[in-house]
């Protein structure tokens, strides 16, 4: 570790394709950002191997072929073994929530935080906001092994807008709890926003029972539909519920307005 990284190393598991939902998301819900020229992303934290690094930046590629990817890692070692994967585009270097001082359009940081204590959040999103252009975002949050299950925040340089689930529609909604970002995972509880939203998306669930000759994802974009009628504030729409996902926007979750 160099004295100017920040942050602790990771334990480091990763699986090809298992971040493919939250990217996919990214490219469909941010196109300005990828678009951009010159565009650079940090991928942070890319573990024992830079598997899920590598997809990022030849999927990126192909949208935008002016995007850099820089995939960091506080371990030296693992930096290291990975730079025989290095080639145009894509690099990888020893750093922190700090960006080894890059700026960064947009920063990925995928299963990151939940070792950490939910003290160490704000504080983590603060240090990478100061690193991000103006405009640029962090996507920060928690998946399973295989990616089919997980969930994550949005933020911008103002702060955290939008959460976003994304369910394995073979379980109930809920299923997902395991998955919250760090920022929510102890919140949910009786009483707080993220603990009800869970709650009423399962009911929505179990209401649609009949829907499920037609597929379980008409059934879940129906219960997202009631959650939006009940004033819960979605900020995309049934072309993502229909995949399984949901993105509302953060003070809901956080209980500033619902």
């Known amino acids: ?108 940081a995928l299963n990151v935080l939940r070792q950490y204590d939910e003290a ?30 997980g969930s994550w925040v949005a933020v911008d340089e103002t702060g955290p807008r939008t959460f976003t689930l994304a369910v394995d529609l073979a379980a109930p909604p809920s299923a997902v709890a395991a998955r919250l970002p760090k920022a929510l995972i102890h919140r949910n509880v009786p009483g707080e926003p993220i603990h009800r939203l869970l709650e009423e998306l399962d009911a929505a669930w179990q209401t649609h029972a009949a829907l499920r000759v037609f597929g379980r994802r008409q059934r879940f974009a129906a219960s997202v539909r009631d959650l939006r009628t009940a004033g819960w504030p979605l900020v995309d729409g049934p072309g993502r519920w229909r995949r399984g996902e949901a993105t509302f926007a953060w003070r809901a979750v956080m209980g500033v307005d619902h």
């Open 1 to 108: 570790m160099t004295d100017a990284a920040v942050g602790a190393v990771t334990r480091g598991t990763t699986a090809a394709r298992r971040l493919r939902r939250v990217d996919r998301w990214l490219f469909a819900a941010h196109p300005g950002v990828v678009r951009r020229p010159s565009l650079v992303v940090v991928d942070l934290g890319f573990g024992e191997r830079p598997t899920t690094t590598i997809e990022l930046a030849g999927q990126l590629r192909r949208i935008n072929p002016t995007a850099r990817v820089v995939g960091l890692d506080i371990s030296v070692d693992r930096v290291v073994a990975a730079q025989r994967f290095a080639g145009p585009g894509l690099e990888f270097a020893v750093g922190g929530f700090e960006l080894g001082g890059r700026r960064a359009d947009i920063v990925r």
């Open 120 to 149: 160490d959040v704000l504080p983590s999103w603060l240090r990478i906001q100061s690193q991000l252009t103006p405009g640029g975002l962090l996507v920060e949050g928690t998946c399973a092994e295989t990616g089919r299950l």
